[in-house]
T-cell receptor, first 112, second 113 residues
Framework: GDSVTQMEGPVTLSEEAFLTINCTYT??????LFWYVQYPGEGLQLLLK?????DKGSNKGFEATYRKETTSFHLEKGSVQVSDSAVYFC???????????FGPGTRLSVLP | DSGVTQTPKHLITATGQRVTLRCSPR?????VYWYQQSLDQGLQFLIQ???????AKGNILERFSAQQFPDLHSELNLSSLELGDSALYFC????????????FGSGTRLTVV
């Protein structure tokens, strides 16, 4: 079945450092890819998405590019802030936005 | 506010008891999904309902059940509770018209003592 693999956390960075969280997937067909973020004590929020190969999703300074050839959707941010401390989930769905599969999540801690 | 409302936010109950968690989806969304998030098992899909009908089942225990009502709100019933059922339970909704992703509620934290 479909699956999502994320880099193990926790990831600890200093403020203004560059962030990469790796995500790779296994899926039949052409899934849509997502990054969700969960801040402490809250539910998951959609951060960005990409629906086809070579699409780039971006939001709040975060970016991820749908790479079909490497089945990857790595999350990047050029300069992280303390407020970015959260758990980040990579996910995929079918083209109808259904049958979501979530990765295990990666906890990010940004130190001032 | 995401538009998905979950109640209660916190629940503490004893082993062996039964509880009901409630979810009101975002206006216009027909699909409701339930997830369990525990520290050691990440985000586990439990069950999906679409317009009142069960559509998909994940790792849902037989002690757990759910339903979606005509007004589209959903309830997750957890019975014969065990200490290991302590977790965050999330509801999400979607409109099934495209890959826009789910909208999650803020969750119910269940503590079984």
């Amino acid at each position: 079945g479909d699956s999502v693999t994320q880099m193990e956390g926790p990831v600890t960075l200093s403020e203004e450092a560059f962030l990469t969280i790796n995500c790779t997937y296994t899926a039949t067909g052409y899934p849509s890819l997502f990054w969700y973020v969960q801040y402490p004590g809250e539910g998951l929020q959609l951060l960005l998405k990409a629906t086809k190969a070579d699409d780039k999703g971006s939001n709040k300074g975060f970016e991820a590019t749908y790479r079909k050839e490497t089945t990857s959707f790595h999350l990047e941010k050029g300069s992280v802030q303390v407020s970015d401390s959260a758990v980040y989930f990579c996910a995929l769905s079918d083209n109808y936005g259904q049958n979501f599969v979530f990765g295990p999540g990666t906890r990010l801690s940004v130190l001032p | 506010d995401s538009g998905v409302t979950q109640t209660p936010k916190h629940l503490i109950t004893a082993t062996g008891q039964r509880v009901t968690l409630r979810c009101s989806p975002r206006s216009g969304d027909l699909s409701v999904y339930w997830y369990q998030q525990s520290l050691d098992q990440g985000l586990q899909f439990l069950i999906q309902y679409y317009n009142g009908e069960e559509r998909a089942k994940g790792n849902i225990l037989e002690r757990f059940s759910a339903q979606q009502f005509p007004d589209l709100h959903s309830e997750l019933n957890l019975s014969s509770l065990e200490l290991g059922d302590s977790a965050l339970y999330f509801c999400a909704s979607s409109d099934r018209t495209g890959p826009i992703g789910y909208t999650f509620g803020s969750g119910t934290r269940l503590t079984v003592v």
